[in-house]
């Protein structure tokens, strides 16, 4: 247990959206026969392998039977059906024991954009071979046993009552409820207390079959084999499942027509605010200028406006921040800030401020360089573990980003300037109508939406 | 999926620690060499190279934590730990962040309960300027009243949100401070809210004095550097700074338990949750204590695998999956404390389960393990565990430094290192069975219980500050 200087939270944040890359990382891509499209960097420095395989089967194809990805994804090593080349079958017990007694683990779990299923192990050949055989039975044919489907269920059950005791996590919901309205956005991977208690095992079954196919699968392998293993292990895996059919394109959300206050009652000593509006996809035209402005706004943590404004000048917030999370379609655009109740008002007057100066004004060219060198500088200590690298083909996988995204990225960071900075965020960013929730205090009185200033966003058009 | 969240805990899963040298069959992965140096003023210099990539992280580790504060001054090394970002006599506030951010490093600092660090991570051209800047606020620091008064309010925050806010935290702040009824572990590290209320700029200067200097200090560099390189820069910078008169560390252990201790914390929350604890010795403090045999220690570690290494061990397969009495169940313990420590069982009970039910099942659990001795398969399956987790912990350049300050800090040595591997696969049946008996017994045992109150926020706003003893709405 560590007291840190800053949540590793808030900066793993920031490193989602922070894209990285180092020159010519040599990543191999192919598809296998059954259409499967493959990343693999080949290295030998440690005997050990990270398999991550995704599909299309994250949240947004719950439909209204939100959690259901979910829990498909946590019933997986739950128990393996008997099938042609996968051995008798396992319960979890087994399946458990299969990883463990060689040291490998496994993972899988759904976001909203995807599912990714993780496997770790040695590379040497007995071990290997025996986890990647466990590995792909779990993934292709899981016999998702009732007793366990019951008990995963109300464990999903149990982590949604434990989120409502966390202000931060009951913010969260509520931003995105009232940013994304009837939009799959609008839930989180897991799911509701309501929705998940009404998931059934039919339900379960359906989705793995419908979503866990070739279809828009992809795998991502770093580390100990050779191409020829990394070949025949990419094809075992695609010829375990069915090819099924690609799923019809997520749509896009609709953008805030008007500003909206949520206040919610909550038993903290901290308010917990978050005020924000639709920000960018993946592919999305104004990526640079919007990711490097908010580098400089609030998502380099020490060196951001926000962190110098709100908590080194005045003391008042332990974590504020902002980001984009860039997804399949606009994913959210947010600022963030906990302080105790009674400034709760001052820091989120003080957010709003920043933001609409910044928009005004756009970064000083010493904010600027000093982003600039800060991303491009930092490539490489995000590229400096088998596991980060692994996680960053998963990205440039799942949505379907060029091979030389990497390589690329500092190139177009690199070419933002101050002017295309200051209009991609005139363009893009609305404070007059932006999504403000706060949870905390006892909320008798509504509260007036801190983004309605009239001099808001002047240069807005 | 997202996991629900058990009370924050110092875990010692077997994959965070994952320091151990390999064995035969996998030996192409051997060990790394640690280079060590030592400076005239005393400063020590250890340093591993990883060329994967061309990057380096650079860690100084004071040997001051909050298990040395003294009463009244509690979670003041993680404050002075906020105070060394405030400048020094040549550099204005913020301007160390601001320089590191330009180079494109990383750069933050923890506080434990033994040690306070502090690092960067950086492409390796850059290490100079971390070496640079590092040994200037080693002696230099600016310690200004100011900007005390604005980061003790930030801590204060860092206060409400990790632990005020959290009713897991709470119970888990609260549950150490019965299980230590004195000692040097008996507080939180980030302190009390009273003492931080306190804290003055002369409690600052004081502790600085007291315990930054490099006779007190361990420099660790791991990653795309040459050890003579290090050495080289390490000369150039700390070098001059001169050492103070040491002082023997502290050694305050909490008075012997004899009997079971039991809280409750009622507070606002969706979910009960337990916390079990039973007093062990660590590597360290089994070495003052004649009556503690050195394989008790790896047999403990063992013993906390048998329990909750993986989804296959017993917890996780009888309470969790089986009897379905928990959602969540997790065992810790940290062989490398400075001091003795707790083999804890933190859990969330099944809706509908009593923490009582979950509480005896618990230990039905340990029971088992007092009366026979573990299987051959659940030996033999740690110690693969233990093994592997050791080839992946060296995946990351910042771990590999952790490991090797955190057990210099604590004042292990960072050799130690090399007897773990060892030292667990020595481990027998009837040793995990011997530890069982010994330590997992009521005398030792400290159990807490969060029992939750209505969330309205009407309710709390009474609870909460009586039950804190302070108000923080003045």
């Known amino acids: ?461 | 999926m997202q996991r629900m969240k058990t009370a924050p805990r110092r875990r010692l899963s077997l994959l965070i620690f994952g320091i151990f040298s390999l064995s035969l069959a996998t030996a192409q992965a051997a060990a790394p060499t640690v280079f060590e140096g030592r400076l005239a003023n005393g400063m020590r210099v250890l340093v591993q190279e990883d060329h994967r990539a061309p990057v380096v992280t650079s860690q100084v580790w004071y040997r001051v934590g909050s298990s040395d504060e003294p009463g009244g001054m509690t979670g003041i090394s993680h404050m002075l730990e906020h105070m060394m970002f405030k400048g020094t006599k040549t550099l204005a506030p913020g301007k160390f962040s601001e320089i590191i951010a330009e180079k494109g490093g990383q750069e933050n600092a923890f506080t434990s309960r033994d040690y306070t660090a502090y690092f960067q991570t950086l492409a390796r051209e850059h290490l100079d300027t971390a070496l640079r800047l590092e040994a200037d606020r080693m002696r230099n620091l600016n310690l200004r009243a100011e900007d005390l008064a604005k980061e003790a309010e930030v801590v204060k925050e860092e206060r409400r949100m990790r632990t005020d806010d959290n009713p897991n935290a709470r119970l888990m702040e609260q549950f150490y401070a019965a299980a230590y009824l004195n000692g040097g572990y008996h507080h939180p590290i980030i302190g009390w809210m009273d003492d931080i209320n306190q804290y003055d700029i002369d409690k600052l200067k004081h502790w600085y004095q007291a315990h930054y200097a490099p006779n007190n200090a361990t420099l660790v560099v791991v990653g795309d550097v040459q050890p003579a390189e290090v050495m080289q820069l390490a000369q150039k910078y700390f070098a001059p700074l001169k050492p103070f008169k040491l002082k023997a560390r502290d050694y305050r252990e909490a008075i012997a338990q004899s009997g079971e201790r039991r809280i409750t914390l009622r507070a606002p929350a969706k979910l009960p949750a337990l916390m079990m604890g039973y007093r062990v010795p660590s590597l360290l403090s089994a070495s003052k204590d004649p009556s503690v045999e050195p394989w008790e220690i790896y047999a403990l570690e063992v013993l906390a695998g048998v329990l909750d290494g993986g989804q296959s061990a017993r917890l996780p397969k009888n309470l969790v999956r089986g009897e379905e009495l928990a959602g969540e169940v997790s065992v810790g313990y940290s062989l490398d404390s400075r001091l003795s420590d707790l083999f804890t069982i933190a859990a969330i009970p099944s809706a509908q389960v009593e923490p009582a039910k979950l509480e005896q099942a618990i230990r039905q659990q340990l029971a088992q393990l007092r009366d026979t001795p573990v299987r051959a398969d659940e030996l033999k399956r740690v110690k693969a565990q233990v093994i592997a987790a050791d080839v992946y912990g060296r995946d990351s350049v910042f771990y590999q430094a952790m490991r090797l300050g955190s057990y210099e800090a604590s004042g292990l040595g960072y050799r130690r290192l090399d007897e773990i591997i060892p030292g667990i696969e020595a481990v027998t049946a009837e040793q995990v069975q011997a530890v069982a008996r010994k330590y997992l017994v009521d005398d030792r045992l400290t159990v807490g219980v969060l029992d939750p109150l209505p969330m309205s926020a009407e309710q709390t706003a009474k609870t909460s500050s009586a039950a804190q003893g302070y108000s923080h709405v003045r």
């Open chain 1, 1 to 461: 247990m560590f007291a840190k200087r800053f949540t590793v939270a808030v900066l793993f944040l920031a490193s989602v959206c922070a894209s990285v890359a180092q020159a010519a990382l040599p990543i191999q891509h192919w598809q296998t026969p059954q259409g499967v499209r493959v990343y693999f960097l080949q290295t030998h420095s440690l005997p050990m392998v990270d398999i991550l395989v995704n599909f299309d089967a994250g949240s947004v194809r719950d439909d209204k039977t939100h959690g259901l990805a979910s829990l498909t994804a946590s019933l997986l090593d739950q128990g393996i059906q008997h099938a042609p080349g996968n051995g008798s079958p396992k319960d979890a017990q087994a399946i458990a024991e299969g990883f463990e007694n060689i040291g490998a683990s496994m993972g899988a779990s759904a976001s909203v954009d995807s599912a990714t299923l993780s496997l770790r192990s040695l590379s040497d050949g007995e071990r290997f071979e025996s986890a990647l055989k466990l590995f792909t039975s779990v993934m292709s044919h899981p016999s998702f046993p009732q007793d366990a489907f019951k008990r995963e269920r109300e464990r999903a059950l149990l982590g949604l009552k434990a989120e409502q005791q966390q202000p931060d996590e009951v913010a969260q919901r509520a931003f995105f409820k009232a940013l994304y309205g009837d939009h799959p956005y609008a839930w989180p991977a897991n799911g509701d207390i309501d929705s998940v208690q009404a998931l059934t095992l039919d339900q379960v079954r359906a989705f793995h079959t419908a979503h866990y196919v070739t279809a828009g699968m992809s795998v991502v392998m770093v580390g100990d084999l050779s191409r020829a293993q990394a070949e025949a292990t990419a094809e075992r895996l695609a010829a375990s499942l069915p090819k099924g059919e690609a799923m019809p394109a997520i749509p896009a959300p609709q953008a805030l027509k008007e500003a909206q206050a949520v206040h919610l009652p909550f038993p903290s000593a901290q308010a917990s605010i978050l005020v924000g509006q639709l920000g960018m996809s993946r592919d999305d035209p104004d990526y640079f200028p919007l990711y490097v402005g908010n580098h400089i706004l609030g998502g380099s943590g020490f060196s951001s406006i926000l962190m110098e404004e709100i908590r080194e000048k005045r003391g008042l917030a332990y974590g504020v921040y902002s980001y984009l999370l860039p997804m399949q379609q606009p994913g959210p655009f947010l600022m963030g800030v906990q302080t105790k109740l009674d400034q709760g008002q001052q820091a989120e007057s003080l957010m709003h401020a920043n933001l609409l100066d910044f928009i005004k004004n756009g970064p000083s060219a010493k904010q600027l360089e000093h982003a600039k060198n800060n991303i491009i500088g930092g490539f490489p200590l995000r590229l400096d573990s088998n596991k980060d690298i692994a996680g960053w083909l998963s990205i440039m996988a799942i949505y379907q980003l060029p091979l030389d995204f990497l390589e690329q990225y500092p190139k177009h960071v690199a070419t933002v300037t101050a002017d295309s900075i200051r209009k991609a965020w005139q363009a893009r960013i609305h404070p007059e109508r932006m999504v403000s929730v706060t949870v905390g205090g006892a909320g008798e009185q509504p509260k007036a939406p801190a983004t309605a200033s009239p001099q808001a966003s002047p240069g807005t058009p």
